[in-house]
């Protein structure tokens, strides 16, 4: 394959993001290769580590899920390897819900920006909700936890996977301090690991928190 014949790498432009419109064309011109270049080329290991902090949290196979920034649906096929089949998908771009759509993992896909509540569910009907990879610049903002936590029943469980650039400069663990001090959720896990294994230094990290 020529240089010219090469999908051309999205990966790195997608940390200099700055709003949603330029996300969603960002996304829209990615979600072809997205698969490819993320989930192979690069090894992205946090919809895995995600999937796996839910079983070891107790998570039950037939527990409701809602995939949030589910994207191309590489974290609901980790939830599905996980033993879980009932899963909800939401993001920003139509054209990775395509993509996802196309997994047939999902029961319900919508689009929504989570920078802008409220999402398009009720109030407490998910035992859990996942977030991986969609907070980040440009993309979801920490802020965006209290319309999450709407969605979740009591006791529901929020697995968050991020990247440590994020979580060092993007005010995240401020925001879940917060939370903790305000009493609305508890941490049960923070654990640092591969982001993108192929990537030298790309670590980042998956924290699990119960709604109260
Ligand atoms: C890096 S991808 C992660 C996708 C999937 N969760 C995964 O692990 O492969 C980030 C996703 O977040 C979505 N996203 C970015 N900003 C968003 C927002 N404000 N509201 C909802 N989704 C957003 C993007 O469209 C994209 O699909």
Request: negative net charge.
């Amino acid at each position: 394959m020529t240089d010219k014949e090469k999908p051309q790498e999205h990966f790195a432009s997608a940390y200099s993001l700055q709003n949603a419109d330029q996300t969603k064309a960002h996304y829209a011109l990615w979600a072809n290769s997205y698969d490819q270049e993320i989930g192979t080329d690069k090894g992205y290991r946090q919809p895995q580590r995600c999937a796996e902090a839910l079983v070891q949290h107790g998570l039950k196979p037939e527990a409701k899920i809602l995939d949030i920034g589910c994207g191309t649906g590489l974290s609901g096929i980790a939830l599905q390897h996980a033993g879980y089949k009932n899963i909800d998908g939401c993001d920003l771009s139509a054209e990775m819900l395509e993509k996802a759509k196309a997994k047939q993992v999902y029961k319900r896909l919508f689009e929504t920006n989570l920078n802008e509540p409220p999402i398009d569910a009720e109030d407490a009907i998910y035992d859990a909700t996942t977030c991986v990879g969609v907070f980040s610049f440009g993309h979801v903002e920490p802020n965006a936890i209290d319309e999450i936590l709407r969605l979740l029943k009591s006791n529901g469980l929020l697995v968050i996977g991020l990247n440590d650039h994020y979580y060092n400069e993007g005010g995240f663990p401020a925001k879940l301090d917060a939370l903790v001090s305000e009493g609305k959720i508890e941490i049960l896990s923070r654990d640092h690991g591969f982001h993108l294994e192929n990537v030298e230094g790309s670590t980042g990290w998956v924290i699990t928190s119960r709604k109260k």
